[in-house]
């Protein structure tokens, strides 16, 4: 397969070496986690000469002698230089009976500098803190952006290569498929894999089939206001007796297996976040094809996935913005920066167009206004507001 420089997440590794903390790699299967920390190991042992890199991947076979703590602890002190500075990467560090134990041990001993990945099943965000006695810090890794997309392929005109990015997505493993079936047949096995493997092992589930309807409709209704009331609703009219609280339990099951982001909305006007109504976007937009399928295409609103997960990815907090009894697809804040954002697929028509406009021109405030749709073009203004071509902007062109 194919290896590109992933710069912001290498740039992000690099500059935590040297901190205390234990640096936590996270993010949902197949995002490409262990080539990252590979790559950290490379550019340790090519820079820093006084270094001595102890790198274990549990998913090889040669450290099967180490699936028990105590057997890691004695691998990595009997491989420890004291006249070096000392790293410690962990793959898949949950295949190792009582790790955590072992973790902890290591990182109190001040000889460390640790970085470990692991399933997402058994390295939730919010059990780090539980596990690890120490600090942690975590880097979320996303599939692949669709600038990401184009250094992978043979850079070709934005706009085909717009159209290729949106049908196959950023999970890099099922581009060296020759065929679009065989891609979507291994983004459909990654996908069932995370859940059979990871969801149903960790949380001991026993109604498998009612996660997978679950999963079905979340996917289904991307970019919608969706409730587990509503869920629960659907399920048992078709005659799938379950409880509101199983079906909410579920949902954040996926989302803390990064399938899905919640995203929470915000009322621009009170400036305060609401308690109800809440949308889920995948964690990358071709799964609905892989599992779905790809008939009857709201482009729109696969659109609308793409750039939520492309503002979480550099960096902002996203949540849905509410003003009056208007919508604006997405509020995106980092720190004292903030955007409002319309997404569309075409505003070629004078009524599109202003269906879109109009909720951003009702804001009272002057941070930047946008929308991004499908146009084609250079970036214009149009009352304060700017439109965007969407495949230049998720390339960093506008």
């Given at each position: 397969m194919k290896l590109i420089n992933r710069t912001s997440y290498m740039d992000t590794l690099t500059s935590l070496i040297g901190v205390p903390d234990i640096k936590v790699i996270t993010g949902i299967r197949r995002s490409g986690k262990s080539k990252l920390l590979e790559a950290l190991r490379d550019y340790v042992e090519a820079n820093l000469s006084n270094s001595n890199v102890i790198h274990i991947n549990y998913n090889l076979d040669e450290f099967?002698?180490?699936?028990?703590?105590?057997?890691?602890?004695?691998?990595?002190k009997e491989h420890r230089v004291s006249d070096k500075q000392n790293f410690l990467l962990i793959d898949e560090v949950q295949m190792c009976d009582g790790f955590e134990r072992a973790i902890n041990s290591l990182h109190a001993s001040e000889q460390y500098?640790?970085?470990?990945?692991?399933?997402?099943?058994?390295?939730?965000?919010?059990?780090?803190?539980?596990?690890?006695?120490?600090?942690?810090f975590e880097i979320e890794v996303f599939p692949f952006s669709f600038e990401e997309y184009r250094s992978y392929g043979d850079e070709g005109e934005v706009d085909r290569d717009f159209d290729e990015y949106a049908r196959t997505g950023g999970m890099s493993g099922s581009y060296p498929y020759p065929l679009q079936e065989q891609r979507y047949q291994y983004l459909s096995n990654v996908f069932k894999t995370l859940i059979v493997r990871d969801i149903v092992q960790r949380h001991?589930?026993?109604n498998e089939s009612a996660l997978l309807r679950i999963t079905d409709y979340m996917m289904d209704n991307v970019s919608n206001i969706t409730s587990a009331r509503n869920i629960t609703d659907v399920l048992n009219a078709d005659g799938l007796k379950i409880t509101n609280k199983t079906v909410g339990a579920y949902m954040g099951y996926l989302c803390d297996a990064f399938a899905f982001y919640k995203v929470r909305r915000y009322d621009i006007r009170g400036k305060k976040y609401l308690k109800s109504g809440e949308k889920y976007y995948l964690a990358d937009h071709a799964f609905k094809y892989a599992l779905l399928g790809t008939r009857d295409m709201d482009w729109g609103r696969v659109y609308e996935n793409m750039?939520?997960?492309?503002?979480?990815?550099?960096g902002y907090e996203v949540y849905v913005g509410v003003l009056y009894k208007k919508e604006i697809d997405f509020v995106a804040i980092k720190r004292s920066e903030k955007l409002y954002i319309q997404v569309s697929d075409d505003i070629s028509s004078d009524k599109t167009f202003e269906r879109e406009i109009s909720p951003l021109l009702s804001i009272g405030d002057a941070y930047p206004k946008m929308i991004l749709a499908r146009t084609h073009h250079e970036a214009t203004d149009r009352d304060g507001v700017q439109i965007v071509d969407l495949a230049r902007w998720l390339c960093g062109e506008a």
């Amino acid at each position: 397969m194919k290896l590109i420089n992933r710069t912001s997440y290498m740039d992000t590794l690099t500059s935590l070496i040297g901190v205390p903390d234990i640096k936590v790699i996270t993010g949902i299967r197949r995002s490409g986690k262990s080539k990252l920390l590979e790559a950290l190991r490379d550019y340790v042992e090519a820079n820093l000469s006084n270094s001595n890199v102890i790198h274990i991947n549990y998913n090889l076979d040669e450290f099967e002698g180490l699936l028990e703590y105590h057997a890691l602890l004695a691998y990595v002190k009997e491989h420890r230089v004291s006249d070096k500075q000392n790293f410690l990467l962990i793959d898949e560090v949950q295949m190792c009976d009582g790790f955590e134990r072992a973790i902890n041990s290591l990182h109190a001993s001040e000889q460390y500098d640790i970085f470990i990945t692991g399933s997402n099943a058994f390295l939730l965000s919010s059990d780090l803190s539980t596990l690890f006695t120490g600090r942690t810090f975590e880097i979320e890794v996303f599939p692949f952006s669709f600038e990401e997309y184009r250094s992978y392929g043979d850079e070709g005109e934005v706009d085909r290569d717009f159209d290729e990015y949106a049908r196959t997505g950023g999970m890099s493993g099922s581009y060296p498929y020759p065929l679009q079936e065989q891609r979507y047949q291994y983004l459909s096995n990654v996908f069932k894999t995370l859940i059979v493997r990871d969801i149903v092992q960790r949380h001991n589930v026993r109604n498998e089939s009612a996660l997978l309807r679950i999963t079905d409709y979340m996917m289904d209704n991307v970019s919608n206001i969706t409730s587990a009331r509503n869920i629960t609703d659907v399920l048992n009219a078709d005659g799938l007796k379950i409880t509101n609280k199983t079906v909410g339990a579920y949902m954040g099951y996926l989302c803390d297996a990064f399938a899905f982001y919640k995203v929470r909305r915000y009322d621009i006007r009170g400036k305060k976040y609401l308690k109800s109504g809440e949308k889920y976007y995948l964690a990358d937009h071709a799964f609905k094809y892989a599992l779905l399928g790809t008939r009857d295409m709201d482009w729109g609103r696969v659109y609308e996935n793409m750039v939520a997960i492309e503002l979480l990815r550099r960096g902002y907090e996203v949540y849905v913005g509410v003003l009056y009894k208007k919508e604006i697809d997405f509020v995106a804040i980092k720190r004292s920066e903030k955007l409002y954002i319309q997404v569309s697929d075409d505003i070629s028509s004078d009524k599109t167009f202003e269906r879109e406009i109009s909720p951003l021109l009702s804001i009272g405030d002057a941070y930047p206004k946008m929308i991004l749709a499908r146009t084609h073009h250079e970036a214009t203004d149009r009352d304060g507001v700017q439109i965007v071509d969407l495949a230049r902007w998720l390339c960093g062109e506008a």
